[in-house]
C-alpha cells in the first residue's frame, strides 16, 4: 500500500551525469562528423562514380581516408603528370598555402582599389550625364571628363560591351519557348 510519506535514499535520488570535459565532446563531434562526410563521400561516388579522394585530419587523431578507385589514380587523373606527390613536407605546403593566401589578400586589395576609382569615374559620368541632359551614360560627351578618368571610362565601355555580348550569346543559344496554339 503506498503513503505519502517521502521517502529519501539512494535510490530515489537522480542520476547526475558527469558532463564530458571538452577534449572527449571535440571527438566525439569530429568523429561524427567524419563518418557523415565519409558516408556522404561513399554516397556520391556511387552515384555518379566519379574519381574522388577525401582525407580527413582531425588534430588530435587518426587521419581516415576515402577515395574511389584509389588515392594514386585520383593524383594521376587531376594533378600534371611526372609528379612525385608524397615529397612536399607540412612545412613547405603551410608555406605554399601561405603564399597564396598572402597573393589573394594582394589581389583582393588591388580590385578593391580599382572598384574604387570604376565607382569615382562613376560618379563624374553620372554627374556628367545630368549636366548634359543625356538619357545614358554612355552617350555622355567625353570631352567633359578629365583625361585621367578617360581609361577607365573605356574600361567601363568595354565591360558593358562583353555583358550585352555575353546575354546576346546566351539569348541567342536559348531554346525558343513553346508557341501556344
Known amino acids: 500500500m503506498a503513503t505519502d510519506a517521502t521517502v529519501t535514499g539512494p535510490a530515489t535520488r537522480p542520476?547526475?551525469?558527469?558532463r564530458p570535459d571538452d577534449a572527449s565532446r571535440l571527438h566525439d563531434r569530429i568523429g561524427y562528423r567524419r563518418s557523415i562526410l565519409l558516408n556522404d563521400a561513399r554516397e556520391v561516388s556511387e552515384l555518379f562514380a566519379p574519381h574522388l579522394a577525401v582525407l580527413v585530419c582531425p588534430a588530435g587523431g587518426n587521419a581516415t581516408v576515402y577515395a574511389n578507385p584509389t588515392v594514386e589514380s585520383?593524383?594521376?587523373?587531376?594533378?600534371?603528370p611526372n609528379k612525385d606527390y608524397g615529397t612536399e613536407t607540412a612545412d613547405q605546403?603551410?608555406?605554399?598555402?601561405?603564399?597564396?593566401?598572402?597573393?589573394?589578400?594582394s589581389i583582393h586589395a588591388r580590385v578593391t582599389v580599382e572598384r574604387?576609382?570604376?565607382?569615382?569615374?562613376?560618379?563624374?559620368?553620372?554627374a556628367a550625364q545630368v549636366r548634359q541632359e543625356r538619357e545614358h551614360w554612355w552617350e555622355v560627351d567625353v570631352d567633359s571628363l578629365p583625361e585621367a578618368d578617360l581609361p577607365d571610362f573605356a574600361r567601363a565601355l568595354d565591360?558593358?560591351?562583353?555583358?550585352?555580348?555575353?546575354?546576346?550569346?546566351?539569348?541567342?543559344?536559348?531554346?525558343?519557348?513553346?508557341?501556344?496554339?
Open 116 to 126: 574604387a576609382q570604376l565607382f569615382a569615374v562613376a560618379r563624374k559620368v553620372k
Open 93 to 105: 605546403a603551410a608555406a605554399r598555402v601561405g603564399a597564396m593566401r598572402r597573393e589573394t589578400r
Open 74 to 80: 585520383v593524383l594521376r587523373t587531376y594533378l600534371p
Open 15 to 18: 542520476r547526475r551525469r558527469r
Open 159 to 181: 565591360v558593358l560591351r562583353a555583358e550585352v555580348l555575353r546575354r546576346i550569346g546566351k539569348l541567342a543559344n536559348a531554346p525558343e519557348p513553346p508557341q501556344r496554339q
